[in-house]
């Protein structure tokens, strides 16, 4: 059984950075995709960006370009999100989840890590 | 404001089917699968519908999408108290180049 365990919760002042940690166990790592989604408290789902671990490839959401960096370690069957200059508006719970290997041009994910909550706060 | 368009609520009775729409365009629900997510309080989502109408493993037969042009639906029969959460449309969308979502519709079961 899949499992993905997220890094613990973080509080950062403004204009600093963060970087989450996602440790999947079970399952083939290299082969799907994992997604960071956001979830500011009281609104909706927002997609961040995904890594293809097995060719180390990622591709992020227009508008966190420039601010997010997504990586991944095969070795050690880790995915991180890393976003930096924080304001208060990033104040979100950050998940990562594994895609579901469906059809391209698919937003599917079968498997989600249990959230970690980043507070941007002076 | 939300690339797909949900409406915000949703409710019925025990025993009763309803169903959730969520409107997009020809770059996202137009040319791409949909799928729709179970938010229960506290949790992360779970996946429900994916491919447009295909259940994962263990999804009861109670969930259903459906999907015409750029419109998708899920639909749930025999409503539980149980199913009372957030629900989320999801697709790829080709001009973002990435995943855009519905801003959710919470389900109140009366």
């Known amino acids: 059984q899949v499992q993905l365990v997220q890094s613990g919760a973080e509080v950062k002042k403004p204009g600093s950075s963060v970087k989450v940690s996602c440790k999947a166990s079970?399952?083939?790592?290299?082969?799907?995709?994992i997604n960071w989604v956001r979830q500011a408290p009281g609104q909706g789902l927002e997609w961040m960006g995904k890594i293809i671990p097995m060719v180390d490839v990622a591709i992020y959401a227009q508008k966190f370009q420039g601010r997010v960096t997504i990586t991944a370690d095969k070795f050690t069957r880790t995915a991180y999100m890393e976003l930096s200059s924080l304001r208060s508006e990033d104040t979100a719970l950050y998940y990562c989840?594994?895609?579901?290997?469906?059809?391209?041009?698919?937003?599917?994910?079968?498997?989600w890590g249990q959230g970690t909550l980043v507070t941007v706060s002076s | 404001q939300s690339v797909l368009t949900q409406p915000p609520s949703a409710s019925g009775t025990p025993g009763q089917r309803v169903t959730i729409s969520c409107s997009g365009s020809t770059s996202n629900i137009g040319g791409n699968f949909v799928s729709w997510y179970q938010q229960l309080p506290g949790t992360a989502p779970k996946l429900l519908i994916y491919?447009?109408?295909q259940r994962p493993s263990g999804v009861p037969d109670r969930f259903s999408g459906s999907k015409s042009g750029t419109s998708a639906s899920l639909a749930i029969s025999g409503l539980q108290s149980e199913d009372e959460a957030d629900y989320y449309c999801?697709?790829?969308?080709?001009?973002?180049?990435?995943?855009?979502f519905g801003g959710g519709t919470k389900l109140t079961v009366l």
């Open positions: 491919s447009n109408n």
């Open positions: 989840a594994r895609d579901a290997g469906a059809a391209a041009g698919s937003a599917a994910a079968d498997y």
């Open positions: 079970g399952g083939t790592f290299s082969s799907y995709p």
């Open positions: 999801a697709a790829w969308d080709d001009s973002l180049n990435g995943w855009v």
